[in-house]
């Protein structure tokens, strides 16, 4: 069964810092892997989607890796600002395009201006 | 930009209540799912749905629950009689025929049972 972690559960630091949050599967078997952004009481907002065969995305300030065989992903944002505070959650699918997501608890960033 | 929308955005019912949340997936897309999230834990699948027919349901998703794609636009979840523990933020999600498996999340639902 696909578990996903991600530690810490809480992170703060200050504005204009770049920074790595982690997220690590137990079965490297996967189809894709998705980082997502959550507000307090609001739904998820994808960021990033990393396809299996692919290494890293990147979007905006926003850069994810993949390291399938080692089962681990880190999501770099990089300069970060106080409008970054949120959320932030991995999930991967197992086995195809329409295979369920696994999440992780998600990592709770606060960005100190 | 194109959005997954639900309703009601909060709903109080009372424990052995019925309850339907309600998703308008994204126009052109043909996957639907439900996910839940009870406060403070991880976000949990329940159902997926493809084609009018349920394509895989978690062990959550017990005769208690039902989905329903009723017109060419709603995708509803029921809960026909609530107990506390159903008491989570609804999550809908959709996704187009593109095998990126992308998945496009509504605001969610937040269902209190008291």
């Known amino acids: 069964k696909q578990e996903v972690t991600q530690i810490p559960a809480a992170l703060s630091v200050p504005e204009g810092e770049n920074l790595v949050l982690n997220c690590s599967f137990t079965d490297s078997a996967i189809y894709n892997l998705q980082w997502f952004r959550q507000d307090p009481g609001k739904g998820l907002t994808s960021l990033l989607l990393i396809q299996s065969s692919q290494r890293e995305q990147t979007s905006g300030r926003l850069n994810a890796s993949l390291d399938k065989s080692s089962g681990r992903s880190t999501l770099y944002i990089a300069a970060s600002q106080p409008g970054d505070s949120a959320t932030y959650l991995c999930a991967v699918a197992a086995w195809g395009a329409n295979s369920k997501l696994t999440f992780g608890k998600g990592i709770t960033l606060s960005v100190r201006p | 930009e194109p959005e997954v929308t639900q309703t009601p955005s909060h709903q109080v019912t009372q424990m052995g209540q019925e309850v339907i949340l309600r998703c308008v997936p994204i126009?052109?897309?043909?996957?639907f799912y439900w996910y839940r999230q009870i406060l403070g834990q991880k976000v949990e699948f329940l159902v997926s749905?493809?084609?009018?027919?349920?394509?895989?349901k978690s062990e959550i998703f017990d005769d208690q629950f039902s989905v329903e794609r009723p017109d060419g636009s709603n995708f509803t979840l029921k809960i026909r009689s609530t107990k506390l523990e159903d008491s989570a933020m609804y999550f809908c999600?959709?996704?187009?025929?593109?095998?990126?498996?992308?998945?496009?999340f509504g605001e969610g639902s937040r269902l209190t049972v008291l």
């Open positions: 749905f493809y084609n009018n027919e349920i394509s895989e």
């Open positions: 999600a959709s996704r187009g025929d593109e095998n990126t498996g992308e998945l496009f």
């Open positions: 126009s052109n897309h043909l996957y």
